[in-house]
């Protein structure tokens, strides 16, 4: 059983979306401010984080850059009621994998919950399928049917983490902290190279396209047939 871990300072939300999280097969822990979803980290590692942003004593854009330090791999969902360009840019900066506004839709929720859970277990098992196309992570290579390609590691690491999460947006620095290092020298340009790179080394991949998004930074998009 998954056990999931929200973090609001509404107690009447928290109840109500830990209620139906339990209600739908997972184990829940429940914080109200950052300080106490660390605290609760350090006795028992949840599977995934919700979190509201606007928190008293470590609000969630703290919390998730402080998860991201320690728990690189955890999947974070952040929750607010800040819908804009610029909120968004905040909360896939400092790492988060997923963002809700509010009010809450709790099916929704489900199915972001699910969807990111799913990734996590796919970068953990070091093999990710979208479509035909197979990536494996020991090998750095991408295979569809006989056609294999074997890519650079940053090249490979930048495609794993963008295909690990199929339209969630990523922008530069995002990308340049997790592949290249928090202490990277190297211009976010560098971004723009490797995704040019990689766009024309797998124009023979049809299973996938990595996007532009203007103002925020790349995502991929699966291709149906």
């Known amino acids: ?7 609001e300072d509404d107690r009447p939300l928290q109840r109500m979306m830990c209620a139906f999280l339990g209600l739908n097969g997972y184990q829940t822990l429940s914080a ?8 609760t980290i350090e006795r028992v590692m949840p599977d995934l984080v919700i979190a509201d942003v606007m928190m008293p004593v470590m609000d969630g854009w ?7 330090r320690g728990y690189p791999l955890l999947p974070i969902i952040l929750v607010t009621a800040r819908d804009t360009i610029e909120d968004k840019r905040m909360g896939f900066s400092r790492g988060a994998d997923d963002y809700l506004t509010k009010p809450v839709d709790l099916d929704e929720l489900l199915l972001h919950v699910e969807a990111l859970l799913r990734r996590a277990q796919a970068m953990t098992s070091h093999r990710l399928s979208i479509g035909d196309t197979v990536l494996d992570y020991d090998s750095l290579t991408i295979t ?7 890519l650079p590691k940053k090249e490979f690491y930048l495609l794993f ?15 340049m902290d997790e592949i290249w290092g928090m202490d990277a020298q190297s211009d976010e340009r560098t971004v723009d190279v490797h995704i ?27 291709c149906h047939g």
């Open 62 to 68: 703290q919390l998730t850059a402080e998860l991201r």
């Open 196 to 222: 040019k790179r990689l766009r024309e080394k797998c124009e023979s991949f049809p299973d996938f396209t990595i996007q532009t998004v203007r103002g925020l930074g790349y995502k991929a998009e699966k």
């Open 144 to 150: 569809r049917g006989s056609d294999t390609l074997t």
């Open 1 to 7: 059983m998954f056990t999931l871990l929200v973090v």
């Open 32 to 39: 109200s401010n950052g300080e106490e979803a660390l605290s």
């Open 161 to 175: 983490k963008l295909l690990s999460s199929p339209k969630q947006i990523f922008t530069r620095r995002q990308l």
